[in-house]
């Protein structure tokens, strides 16, 4: 069953409108996890320096009461711990200890019966002992990280994370021993991750949430912070939301665009390929002149075509429109055909006249090509080396069948051009390998001539490897005496065309402008 365009279009637009909103969901999901991923990424450096902080704040308390000179624990050394205590931000009670037993505290001064420490959750490397969940012995909250070293003892206050929460964030700050592999929580809470993810550096991601690690340059301190996917998009719903529907409305745009532009261009490729089969492609004809004598010595066939609409086709899309669809083959052999036609005599006659065809990349992968050449030209009496093969840039990118479609043309007699050089591949080694016999500057670097553009100094190079290759050289689009002083005064052999020496013209007229020349 054959679909109608319109059908084609409506559903080109649906599925583009659908992609657009799944890409422009995805694209809006990646971006918010790369903004969670930053903001997790500056919580953990939030909680790091709280956690740094109080262990600056313990380490400093320890220091000078181990330098008191107050006897251990006597009245004096009790309001001493007192004073610690009360100017602190974090720390909560400060004790000392001696033989694993806490002799006396900030809080409760010297204990009747010493309290056993008992055993550790954790020694960090520094020795430092880690209880995370002490019994303290006084008030509602009688369980608490304790952190005990050289013999000085630190209750931290619970509330010494008070105003990190960042909700939906979550944080967990940990103590950790490396050598063991060991972490034991300190506060905060992140759900269930495996302990030894607080290891990690920087960002990563579970199934259901987005994390990001760090560990202090100082203590044996970690942190983690979390943010849950749930959490994130019940935030961030609406803007995802805005995201799909411009995705939507976009991607729908977009195939409504190519599918128009595919409509009008199967419409134009069919009126192409009607024109074709008809014989009705026109060909303009450009004058290559010898700029020593001012001898028209040739011209190029510039194809012309005008569609059912009566508007003019660009050449470059109908030789896009015919490869793609191809009947490139058709349409190049239209061409020569009309060539033949037009310029029998002149191609026929004692002089040294050559006409230019362009070809494209399809044609020198093509044996029918070379099958057409021997047909069109061999029936017409007309020499090989009086028709020219003009090939862009563009369509020698496949090196290897382009050196071997060069080589069998200039074998057959044909002399090969390099159009437009300048603007694609162009090198030494690429022309040396190509073996053509003639470039054609491109005339963007024409236009520079007498202008203070950076083209102008590329010209004398590109003369020069033409002449160390031994090539001749056109140069293409000439418009002023000035560019053709400079060209005339580069070499005697430079050849030239463009509108200072005349415009495309139909046959005939070039014919009339040859007549008693040939």
């Not at 992609?19 to 990646?30: D, E, F, N, R």
């Amino acid at each position: 069953m054959r679909l109608s365009r319109s059908f084609i279009i409506v559903l080109v637009v649906v599925v583009c409108a659908a992609l657009g909103a799944v890409i422009a969901w995805t694209t809006g999901k990646s971006v918010m996890l790369s903004a969670v991923a930053l903001d997790l990424s500056a919580y953990t450096q939030r909680v790091l320096a709280r956690g740094n902080t109080i262990a600056d704040e313990y380490t400093t308390i320890a220091r000078e009461v181990t330098e008191g000179t107050q006897p251990f624990c006597s009245p004096a050394d009790v309001a001493r711990l007192r004073d610690f205590a009360y100017h602190s931000h974090y720390t909560k009670d400060v004790g000392r200890v001696r033989s694993g037993k806490i002799i006396c505290t900030s809080v409760l001064g010297r204990l009747a019966v010493p309290y056993v420490e008992g055993v550790p959750d954790l020694v960090t490397p520094r020795g430092a002992k880690i209880f995370t969940s002490a019994r303290i012995g006084f008030g509602s909250r009688d369980r608490a990280l304790v952190v005990e070293r050289f013999g000085v003892t630190l209750v931290v206050s619970p509330d010494a994370f008070a105003g990190l929460d960042s909700p939906p964030m979550r944080y967990l700050l940990t103590v950790v021993d490396p050598p063991a592999h060991k972490v034991v929580v300190g506060f905060g809470d992140v759900g269930h991750i495996a302990p030894m993810f607080v290891y990690r550096t920087g960002p990563f991601r579970s199934a259901e949430a987005s994390y990001d690690a760090g560990c202090s340059k100082r203590y044996y301190i970690c942190a983690v912070t979390t943010e849950s996917d749930t959490d994130l998009f019940a935030a961030q719903l609406p803007m995802l939301t805005l995201f799909a529907i411009f995705g939507l409305i976009a991607g729908g745009g977009l195939g409504l665009s190519g599918g128009l532009l595919w409509n009008a261009s199967r419409t134009l490729t069919a009126q192409l390929r009607r024109a074709v089969r008809r014989g009705a492609i026109g060909v303009a004809y450009q004058p290559i002149v010898e700029l020593a004598s001012g001898k028209v010595v040739g011209a190029e066939a510039l194809l012309r075509w005008t569609n059912e609409d009566g508007n003019a086709v660009p050449p470059d899309l109908a030789v896009s429109l015919a490869e793609r669809a191809r009947f490139m083959g058709e349409l190049t052999e239209t061409i020569v055909a009309r060539v033949v036609s037009d310029f029998r005599y002149a191609l026929s006659s004692d002089s040294s006249f050559r006409l230019n065809v362009n070809i494209a990349a399809s044609d020198l992968a093509d044996n029918r090509f070379f099958e057409m050449l021997g047909r069109v030209l061999d029936g017409s009496g007309i020499q090989r080396s009086r028709l020219g093969i003009e090939l862009t840039e563009g369509s020698t990118a496949n090196r290897e069948v382009a050196k071997s479609a060069i080589e069998r043309l200039r074998q057959e007699g044909h002399h090969v051009y390099v159009d437009d050089f300048g603007t694609g591949y162009s090198s030494l080694s690429y022309l040396h390998d190509l073996s053509v016999d003639f470039i054609k500057i491109d005339h963007a670097f024409t236009s520079t001539i007498g202008t203070e553009s950076a083209k102008v100094s590329v010209v004398p190079q590109i003369l020069a490897m033409a002449s160390s290759l031994g090539l001749g050289v056109v140069v293409e689009g000439v418009e002023t005496a000035e560019q053709r002083r400079f060209f005339e005064d580069a070499g005697p052999t430079i050849l030239a065309q463009g509108w200072f020496f005349g415009k495309p013209v139909p046959a005939d007229q070039l014919r009339a402008g040859l007549a008693g020349l040939l």
